[in-house]
C-alpha cells in the first residue's frame, strides 16, 4: 500500500532549482536530517527529511528492516510437487494464516545460511539443494525490508525448533492446491502468493492457476 500522503508533514515541495535543469537530468539523494523515533528488537523507525533524484523535498518516516528469507520448500519425489506450509496466527492480521516458512536476518548472517536456519527451526526440515528464486521489496512505500526467495529441494524430515512464542503447523500441500488456495484467498500471505505462483509459472504449470 503506498505511503499516505494527507499529512501536511508528510507533503513535499520541488525545489526551484529543479525547474531549470534540463529534463532527465537527477541529481543523488541527500538526507537533510535524520531523526530514530522508534527503536525495537526487530525494526527501527525514522524520519527522515530529503531530497530525492527528481529534486522533490519531503519528509519520510521509515520502517528500517535487517531483511527476511523466505524458503519455498518443495517435495518433488512424487507425481505432483509438494510445496511445504505453514500455519500459525499472527496478531496484524488477527487471523490463522498460511504462510511459507520464512524468517529475519541475523545481523552479519548471509542470506542462505539464515534461510537454512529458519527452514530447521520452524519445520524441522533439512534441504540438500538451495537456489534463490526470487528477490523483492514487499512494500517500498515505508518499510526496507528485503525478502529473498528460496527454492529448497530433497527435503529431509526432521525435528522442529521453534521460538518460544511461535505455534505453528506444517503441512506438505500439493501444488495444484496451493495454487487453488491463492486465487481463492486462502492464502492471504504476500510472499507465499508469490512464491507459489513462480514455482507454478517455473514448472510451466501456469495454466493450473487459470482453471
Known sequence: MP?????????HQRQPAERSRSKGKRQRLQVLSSKVVYKGPVFSVTSDRVQEPSGIVARRDVVHHSGSVVILAVDDTGAEPLVLLERQYRYAAQD????????????????????????????????????RALFFYPSPGFLNETMAVYLARELTAGEAEPEPDEVIECELTPLSRAIAMVFSGKIRDGKTIAGVLWLAESLGRGQCAKK
Open 96 to 131: 490463522y494464516l498460511w504462510e511459507l516458512p520464512a524468517g529475519s536476518i541475523d545481523p552479519r548472517e548471509k542470506a542462505l545460511t539464515g534461510a537454512k536456519r529458519e527452514l530447521l527451526e520452524e519445520t524441522g526440515y533439512h534441504a540438500k539443494k538451495w537456489k
Open 3 to 11: 505511503a499516505k500522503k494527507s499529512s501536511a508533514k508528510q507533503s
